[in-house]
Structures are given as structure tokens and as C-alpha cells.
């Protein structure tokens, strides 16, 4: 596709339930970024994927959050047991290779609302 | 650790007017990049306006401006002759320096959300 696409748009779902976050970057993108953006938290990274190589999960909040990149394309996020907290919305961008002077691409994002 | 911070939660300007945003940062890197995102509702950021460190030309698109102060470690936009479609959160964002194992995973300021009066 032309950009970052991501899915569901919403997700409304009960504490405790599992879900799955899906991005779709643009074609060719090696850099694949997932961010969160909540309220009183502002923007803030949790996972870098680039190829093939092991991802950087430096971000991720706890071990209820896994990602995964299938193919070096589409890239899932996983938030298991959700919580409160984790209400959010989620980003997702992709860039060239990851390099400094390459701009992020960025999806339309997820909003997820625990109840 | 880089930091940045976007002192104006809030602004606001008049249709045709002309509003700056401010930006401060601070990293230990000698170059690197700087970039303005806009967020309107739909949610989708949209890169505004880049900059690199090491040119002494402040970046220019069509209305869209930057201030870069090296030395002082601030980077402001400036919107001349503001737009109904220019109202939305914008925020200033710096990439991690090459060679980390996080790419160029972007650390943001706060944001700064820009009403545009008619």
C-alpha cells in the first residue's frame, strides 16, 4: 500500500482479555517502530524491528507485551492480561532502514480501551 | 540520555496570522536531525519539517519554518499565514544516534496543541 496501515482503528476490550495489534508498513521498509501514546505519558517507543535482525525490545513495559515481524513485513503487537493502563493508543511507522536522516512513516494507530 | 521539551502545552493564533512553536533538546551528539510532526484528530503523524544539525540553514517548507540555535540546543517552527487545517498537536522529535541498537527510535517532547482561530 501507499502508507502504514493498522488494525483494528479501535479496540475495545475487557481487562484481563488478550489482543493483537497488526501493522502493515509501506513496501520496501526494512524499520519497522511501534510507539504508545497515552494520556499524561505522551509518546513513547517500545519496540525496533530492522530486517531480519533480532528486535530491540528495550521499550516494552512488561512481559505482557511481545511483538512479533513475520517475513520481514507485517508486525503484531500482543498484549496479554491487559490492564487499565494499558488503554492507549498505539503507533506504529516504518522507515527506509532506520537511519537518522530517514523520516518515520507513521500508521493512523491503534486506540485500545481496556474496560 | 536525549531529552526534549515542548514548554507550550497549549497555543493559539488567528486565520493569516503567523505562531511559533517552541522546542528545546539536548543530546551529546555533534549531528544529528530534528523534525516537526503534526497529529491532527485522525491521529496519523505527519512530518512537518526537518532539519539537520550541521547546516547552518534553517529548513523552509512552502509556510512551515524552523529556528535552529545550535549552541542554545533549540529548534522552533513557525507557521506563517496560519490555516483552519493547520490546527492540530504538534510535536518536535529526535532520533537516537546511528549505530544504536534502537535504529533511530524518535524521542518526542510533549506536544503542543495549535487552535487556529477564523
Known amino acids: 500500500g501507499a502508507g502504514v496501515s493498522q488494525s483494528p482503528s479501535n479496540k475495545v476490550t475487557e481487562k484481563g482479555k488478550d489482543v493483537e495489534l497488526r501493522c502493515d508498513p509501506i513496501s520496501g521498509h526494512t524499520a519497522l517502530y511501534w510507539y504508545r501514546q497515552s494520556l499524561g505519558q505522551g509518546l513513547e517507543f517500545l519496540i525496533y524491528?530492522?530486517?531480519?535482525?533480532?528486535?530491540?525490545k528495550s521499550g516494552l513495559p512488561s512481559d505482557r507485551f511481545s511483538a512479533e515481524r513475520t517475513g520481514g513485513s507485517v508486525s503484531t503487537l500482543t498484549i496479554q492480561r491487559t490492564q487499565q493502563e494499558d488503554s492507549a493508543v498505539y503507533l506504529c511507522?516504518?522507515?527506509?532502514?532506520?537511519?537518522?536522516?530517514?523520516?518515520?512513516?507513521f500508521g493512523d494507530g491503534t486506540r485500545l480501551s481496556i474496560l | 540520555a536525549q531529552t526534549v521539551t515542548q514548554s507550550q502545552p497549549e497555543m493559539s493564533v488567528q486565520e493569516a496570522e503567523t505562531v511559533t512553536l517552541s522546542c528545546t533538546y539536548d543530546?551529546?551528539?555533534?549531528?544529528?536531525?530534528l523534525f516537526w510532526y503534526k497529529q491532527p484528530p485522525s491521529r496519523q503523524m505527519i512530518l512537518v519539517i526537518r532539519?539537520?544539525?550541521?547546516?547552518?540553514q534553517n529548513a523552509t517548507e512552502n509556510r512551515f519554518s524552523v529556528n535552529f540555535q545550535k549552541a542554545a540546543k533549540s529548534f522552533s517552527l513557525k507557521i506563517s499565514d496560519s490555516q483552519l487545517g493547520d490546527a492540530a498537536m504538534y510535536f518536535c522529535?529526535?532520533?537516537?544516534?546511528?549505530?544504536?541498537?534502537?535504529?533511530?527510535?524518535?524521542?518526542f517532547g510533549e506536544g503542543t496543541q495549535l487552535t487556529v482561530n477564523p
Open positions: 532539519q539537520e544539525a550541521y547546516k547552518q
Open positions: 522529535a529526535l532520533p537516537s544516534p546511528e549505530g544504536e541498537t534502537s535504529g533511530s527510535r524518535l524521542t
Open positions: 524491528f530492522q530486517g531480519n535482525s533480532a528486535p530491540d
Open positions: 543530546t551529546s551528539e555533534s549531528d544529528y536531525y
Open positions: 511507522a516504518s522507515s527506509g532502514q532506520g537511519k537518522v536522516n530517514q523520516p518515520q512513516h
